[in-house]
């Protein structure tokens, strides 16, 4: 997993969820039901696998920072102040899981 992909996150989902809305709108078009289709298996296997990362995590407060930072699309601030921790712990965290980015 890498940064750029959990960064990627929180957009993911809502193309996902317009996705999934242009899938219920699109009538009786086949072609663009089996793209739209397709798209969306796409996109929830990479939500997938972004969650599975996260849940593997073994860490609790590791977990949570990911999940409020990536997941949620909080500020490195507004993880820091839920967590309870100063913005540079917040940071110093996020640089053990992605040392060398």
Do not use: H, W
Not at 1 to 30: D, H, I, Q, V, W
Not at 74 to 93: P, Q, R
Request: glycine content about 4%.
């Amino acid at each position: 997993m890498t940064r750029k992909r959990l960064k990627e996150f929180y957009s993911l989902r809502k193309e996902l969820a317009l996705t999934e809305r242009r899938l219920e709108a699109c009538g009786e078009n086949p072609q663009q039901m089996q793209r739209l289709r397709e798209k969306v298996s796409e996109l929830q296997a990479e939500v997938s696998a972004v969650e599975d990362f996260v849940e593997s995590l073994e860490s609790s407060i590791l977990r949570q920072i990911i999940t409020l930072r990536y997941i949620e699309g909080m500020t490195i601030e507004e993880t820091g102040k839920y967590v309870g921790y100063g913005v540079s712990s917040v940071k110093k965290y996020c640089e053990k899981l992605f040392p060398d980015e």
